[in-house]
């Protein structure tokens, strides 16, 4: 088996190492990376868990969910489920026990072109956008306007170029397209012309499935090849909380299994509203109505792809507002984290939501303290990471980019401390002091290590207020949104050949202009 030759990091001299930090660096020499493992952070005990998971079986057998489609009714009462006088859905612990005993864990998130493929095993971390925001954030004019089609394409071009987003769901929605098959349809060309990575995306109807697998087969160059590495996901919405089947996402579900498309099994209830407002029952009901969607898939088509998308969400229940960037909302995440740990289940779960309406202080105290917490604690896919404002009412193009920064900050966390005879440095140390310089800066310990151990901002400032005065007391957001009109004046690496564009324009009504 062939691997790439290990550099070891006291080889060659300052020249060399100069000459290296100028390139970019092996992945296995880069201090942060996607798929990292997490999982240090535990705000649940064994017994919490046992009792979260012995509480959602409880409620699935007891209580059950409503509002099935006679298709989801059919597949799970196949299965071994109960439909009652009431017509709800009832779940016997032995069905939900031996379904996650042979649920799908394998479950790999394909790009398109090969070179960003998420892993979703154990706790492997990512990060990406979501949201579906209805607004764009002008921070220039610190105004809302309605989000485009042409908003969402460039906000999948920004992502193709940020090293620390992994992965591009839907942030927002085409409000300038008013017939949904064409905003769904639009939606998936707009995000897949932007960038290589995964994408997710959402649909409103079941008959919109169809034709958007159409789409992507002359994307992927053939249906075989689409199914070898499926690069868009479902995210769906697939119950109405509380405990209730949302009947049509239901029925786009069962489309998307049947083409091969992975699945989110997303239950975003709101704690204090549409889930209990303790921390541990909005786990409860959210863990309880994903394991109902696992049996439903697996009732479809035994281990097709799902991720396990327990979504619950804080509220202000002195104002009924929702909270994304309330430390409540970062337990919610880390406490849903911990369970897919549990079942040793892929899983997703919203972190990085401002309720902020601007990239201010408040979104960054509030992006950073879920993004680090869902990190640490081993969430797959964490969505909604970047750009998300107004509790996610709103969507900013500088606020992704300076996210990027951010989440590199957080995947520093996930990385954590290595210890062993190198990094506890004792020679180093015996070095320095005993008739050394008696101090680090500039050894060959120091140099060797300055881009393995570090990462740097690209857009935070770390200089004297004196030199931050010099060069002209550049501004946080202006950087931000220099490098944004930068990556939009070239065209997306990832836009389609003119042949297959052509061919997708003839068969979609594609708003984007060509």
């Not at 990376?33 to 997490?38: A, E, I």
């Not at 394909?110 to 990060?127: E, I, M, N, W």
């Not at 707009?190 to 159409?214: L, N």
Request: glycine letters at 10%; proline letters at 5%.
């Amino acid at each position: 088996m062939n691997e790439e030759p290990r550099i070891s990091p006291r080889s060659g001299g300052r020249a060399a190492r100069r000459a290296a930090r100028a390139s970019a660096l092996p992945d296995h020499l880069r201090p942060i990376r996607p798929g990292m493992s997490g999982g240090t952070l535990n705000v649940l005990s064994q017994q919490d868990m046992e009792r979260i998971h012995n509480a959602a079986l409880d409620a699935l057998e007891r209580i059950g969910l409503a509002d099935a489609p006679q298709s989801g009714i059919d597949y799970l009462t196949a299965a071994g489920c109960t439909l009652g006088d009431d017509r709800r859905i009832r779940f016997p612990r032995a069905l939900v026990e031996d379904t996650l005993a042979r649920a799908n864990r394998s479950v790999t998130l394909y790009s398109r072109d090969g070179k960003t493929d998420l892993d979703l095993s154990g706790t492997r971390v990512h990060y990406g956008t979501a949201g579906a925001a209805v607004h764009m954030v002008d921070v220039e004019g610190r105004e809302y306007r309605d989000s485009t089609v042409q908003d969402l394409h460039d906000a999948s071009r920004i992502c193709e170029q940020l090293d620390n987003i992994h992965f591009v769901q839907r942030p927002m929605v085409c409000r300038d397209i008013p017939d949904n098959r064409d905003m769904d349809l639009n939606t998936v060309y707009a995000c897949c012309a932007g960038t290589f990575k995964h994408v997710g995306t959402s649909f409103t109807d079941p008959s919109y499935v169809k034709p958007a697998i159409e789409m992507l087969h002359l994307i992927a160059g053939g249906e075989d090849k689409w199914r070898e590495r499926p690069f868009v996901s479902n995210s769906n919405c697939f119950v109405v909380p509380p405990m209730k089947f949302a009947t049509e996402s239901c029925l786009v579900m069962e489309e998307c299994i049947k083409y091969g498309m992975p699945v989110l099994l997303l239950s975003a209830g709101m704690a204090g509203a549409t889930a209990p407002s303790t921390v541990a029952g909005a786990i409860v009901q959210a863990v309880a109505e994903c394991l109902a969607g696992l049996v439903y898939v697996n009732a479809v088509k035994p281990g097709a792809p799902a991720i396990f998308g327990t979504w619950p969400f804080g509220l202000d229940l002195r104002t009924g507002a929702m909270t994304g960037g309330s430390g409540e909302q970062a337990l919610l995440t880390a406490g849903c984290a911990q369970m897919h740990r549990f079942y040793d289940l892929p899983g997703g779960a919203a972190a990085g939501i401002a309720d902020s309406k601007l990239p201010d202080m408040q979104a960054g105290w509030e992006q950073m303290c879920s993004n680090v917490m869902a990190g640490l604690s081993g969430l797959n896919m964490v969505y909604e990471a970047a750009g998300m404002h107004a509790s996610l009412l709103g969507f900013c193009h500088e606020s992704l980019i300076l996210s990027d920064d951010l989440i590199g900050q957080a995947l520093r966390c996930v990385r954590g401390i290595e210890v062993n005879d190198e990094t506890l440095a004792v020679d180093q140390i015996a070095q320095v002091c005993l008739g050394g310089s008696g101090h680090y800066l500039g050894t060959d310990a120091t140099l060797s290590r300055m881009q393995m151990d570090h990462v740097y901002p690209t857009y935070g400032d770390r200089t004297s207020p004196k030199e931050w005065a010099e060069i002209g007391k550049p501004d946080l957001v202006a950087k931000a949104k220099a490098r944004k009109e930068q990556i939009l004046a070239e065209r997306s690496p990832a836009r389609f050949d003119p042949v297959t564009d052509a061919a997708i324009r003839a068969r979609f009504n594609i708003y984007l202009p060509a």
